[in-house]
């Protein structure tokens, strides 16, 4: 029988851990970082970001979230929503500073170019003193050269090379110091979305202070810091040309460069059909009347946070929601009369009457000067509008689907018998530490095997997965990037065509009954 994973965890209580997004929180960590200035001081530093599941060469991604580990407290800095109010000459180039152009810092970090890279393209106040890189000392060199020349230092390594472990990166490395290892499941979590859940925050308190964990392990057992020390400094290959590309195509993409490349977030408040001014799906919040179902699943598709009200539900709890969440109404016919009275000017709605639900999406869009990048498309559950996902490797839900259509493991899949799921737990049918059950349905015998990644609503637990369908929907909606108005085809509203036998549940078609 699998149990659950006996994962690492960090030898900190939760009140030590620090989300700075206020100016007091934020004076607390440049304390800290600066009490004792000509002292040596060594900080774990991580950085966390949303990722794409649809990922392409117009895709943006930001840092949200940075971690910094101090001996006895964690730090994690809101980048997008806080850091960049901060005046750049001053505090934030203070920080920049600090953490990779100061001789008495050494920052601890692992495979650091690829956060160097983000943070160069998110905030570039970092490029100068992320180009002197001084302090860095990326453990991921330290573990790849131990393993090969000095293995028995780690007491949970096995003595043959050629057996690998199913851990990877900085959770083999954990593993191999001290026998448990990371808990990955939220890596690839919403880390835009705020507040961050207490399961965001341990696991990126854990990435950040296993660092100076490692570093003291390694401290004791080497007996001399001298051969960790000749690290320090030692940046990743081709490092200065990321961050040399980054810069010019930062300072190609914004003319009136102020230090910041992200697009400051604005509140629904500012929303208005007569402006010219673009935003994002992120900046604006929909509630769509129980006529209008179809539209409100094409908005959720396109990213945009959509409540759609019940079939039973009055249309006058469109003003609650309205006025409760800052949402702009979207309804029709007599109804929408009523609703516009009870409203203030913008803030309601009619589209389009008698069209497609897709021709009223992108005419909502259109309204409301919406932009849709790659990314925003199928980053929301079009069943409850969740928008925080995880990602599950294909195997747990192999096990699951065994489970729930009765078959025996030694039966369909005697490789994983001794298998032990990373994130479902199968007997509960849920995600570990997480109550809501897992909707899996729409795979078959025969292609039930074919996908590796799966991804899991947090909020309601449909799963979905990137198959034919949502390979159609995708090519379709890509269109609403360039500004373009999707039209249906004569197979649109298929969502279980025969020849497709994994259409039954990726990102339905909005006309569908779930």
């Not at 001996?71 to 180039?93: M, Y």
């Not at 990126?204 to 003291?216: F, P, S």
């Not at 995708?474 to 020849?499: G, V």
Request: hydrophobic share 35%.
């Amino acid at each position: 029988e699998n149990s659950p994973i006996d994962y690492y965890k960090i030898p900190l209580e939760n009140n030590e851990i620090i989300f700075i997004d206020s100016m007091s929180t934020y004076e607390r960590l440049l304390d800290r970082l600066f009490k004792n200035n000509n002292e040596e001081i060594f900080i774990g530093f991580d950085c966390e970001w949303k990722p794409l599941f649809n990922y392409t060469s117009t895709s943006k991604q930001r840092i949200s979230v940075m971690q910094i580990a101090l001996p006895n407290e964690i730090f994690l800095l809101d980048l997008l929503h806080f850091f960049h109010t901060c005046d750049p000459e001053t505090i934030q180039q203070r920080l920049a500073h600090r953490l990779f152009d100061d001789d008495q810092v050494t920052l601890l970090c692992y495979g650091f170019k690829t956060d160097a890279a983000m943070l160069s393209a998110s905030y570039p106040i970092f490029n100068r003193a992320l180009l002197s890189g001084k302090t860095l000392l990326d453990l991921s060199l330290v573990q790849h050269e131990l393993l090969a020349a000095k293995r028995d230092i780690f007491p949970y390594a096995t003595t043959n090379n050629n057996i690998s472990s199913k851990d990877k990166g900085l959770s083999e490395f954990v593993r191999l110091c001290f026998g448990k290892p990371l808990n990955k499941s939220e890596q690839c979590s919403n880390w835009e979305r705020r507040p961050l859940r207490n399961a965001q925050m341990l696991y990126a308190a854990n990435d950040a202070y296993c660092l100076v964990e490692i570093y003291k392990f390694l401290s004791n057992n080497l007996q001399s810091t001298d051969y960790l020390n000749s690290f320090r400094g030692k940046k990743p290959k081709k490092l200065d040309s990321t961050i040399a590309r980054e810069i010019d195509e930062n300072f190609q993409d914004t003319p009136n460069n102020n230090n910041n490349n992200i697009n400051q977030s604005q509140t629904s408040n500012d929303v208005n059909h007569t402006s010219n001014e673009i935003i994002r799906p992120y900046q604006i919040k929909f509630v769509v009347d129980n006529m209008l179902h179809g539209l409100g699943k094409e908005l959720r598709v396109t990213g945009c946070d959509t409540v759609i009200l019940g079939d039973d539900d009055p249309h006058t709890d469109a003003i609650r929601y309205a006025r409760a969440e800052n949402r702009i109404i979207l309804s029709r016919g007599a109804p929408y009369n009523l609703l516009r009275s009870h409203t203030v000017e913008g803030r309601c709605w009619q589209p389009p009457l008698n069209v497609p639900a897709k021709e009223q999406r992108a005419a909502v869009l259109k309204h409301f000067n919406v932009k849709i990048l790659p990314e925003d498309i199928f980053s929301r559950c079009t069943l409850c509008n969740g928008g925080d996902f995880a990602i599950v490797d294909g195997r747990d839900m192999r096990l699951l689907w065994c489970k729930i259509n009765n078959y025996l493991i030694k039966d369909l899949e005697p490789d994983l018998i001794n298998y032990k799921p990373e994130m479902i737990d199968i007997d509960r049918m849920t995600l570990y530490n997480e109550n809501v059950p897992l909707v899996l349905t729409g795979l078959t015998l025969k292609n039930y095997r074919s996908y590796e990644e799966f991804y899991v609503c947090r909020q309601c637990g449909r799963v979905y997965w990137q198959g034919t369908h949502w390979r159609r929907r995708l090519n379709r909606n890509i269109s609403l990037t360039e500004n373009e108005s999707t039209q249906d085809n004569d197979d649109d509203n298929k969502n279980n065509d025969d020849d497709d036998d994994d259409d039954g549940i990726v990102f339905y078609d909005a006309e569908c009954t779930m």
